[in-house]
């Protein structure tokens, strides 16, 4: 029962996800008319944060609901094998899924709205841009929840920042998306989700990233039960 709420929450939180940034858009370009100017850009990336804020207050009200493959992928490749398969099984499908059905909505209801992340530069650099981007975050997210110590608010505040800044340096390139279900969303209301360019990009760049961070992280900090058996043996 448990597991299937949580690819309820999965589902219905990922679909949220895609919505909120749509509406962020909307907002700030449509009912403010700020356009891409520097005010414009301004309260879009206040508006992320607190959006980000709302979406961990989710995640830690619903016990681990996600929207991001990404992060429910390195916790899935650290734990047994039965909990890796269900990620991959079950839980990012259901991210999958409800970003399509996120995204396939704001087009019926916004048929002028077409958002989501383009490839602008070579496929391989492409690759290599995501694959650093999501390489970082995943890395940052292993430390806020291992190393740091600090309140939910301040860990939430240094994650928010740290994905609005690689958003902002990968957007020219790939749009920083960091989220392989949110960009399938998009890639599938344009018929290009099956593309090599959308598959290398944003699907295996990404997975290969987040293995990579998890395998270094554990090499150089070790496994958190041993890190927690340390602990109590110190005290």
Not at 54 to 79: E, H, I, Q
Not at 86 to 102: C, D, K, L, M, W
Request: proline fraction near 4%.
């Amino acid at each position: 029962m448990g597991a299937t709420r949580l690819l309820v929450y999965d589902f219905v939180i990922s679909f949220m996800w895609v919505w909120s940034g749509a509406l962020i858009k909307i907002f700030v370009y449509e009912v403010l008319g700020l356009g891409h100017g520097l005010w414009g850009e301004i309260v879009k990336s206040s508006l992320y944060i607190v959006n980000m804020f709302f979406f961990a207050f989710l995640g830690k009200l619903t016990k681990g609901g996600s929207y991001n493959p990404l992060t429910v992928l390195a916790p899935g490749v650290s734990g047994d094998f039965s909990g890796f398969l269900f990620t991959v099984g079950a839980r990012i499908p259901a991210q999958a899924v409800g970003s399509i059905t996120g995204v396939r909505l704001i087009i019926e209801t916004f048929p002028h709205l077409w958002l989501g992340p383009h490839l602008s530069v070579d496929i391989h650099r492409g690759a290599l841009t995501e694959g650093l981007l999501a390489f970082v975050i995943v890395i940052i997210s292993l430390g806020l929840g291992r190393k740091i110590p600090g309140s939910f608010y301040t860990k939430t505040w240094i994650s928010s920042l740290s994905k609005l800044t690689l958003q902002i340096l990968g957007s020219d390139l790939t749009g920083g998306c960091m989220n392989p279900a949110s960009a399938m969303g998009w890639a599938y209301a344009r018929g290009d989700h099956i593309t090599k360019e959308h598959v290398l990009v944003y699907w295996l760049a990404p997975v290969e990233a987040t293995l990579l961070a998890v395998w270094i992280f554990r090499l150089l900090v070790g496994p958190l039960k041993e890190q927690e058996t340390k602990k109590k043996k110190s005290e």
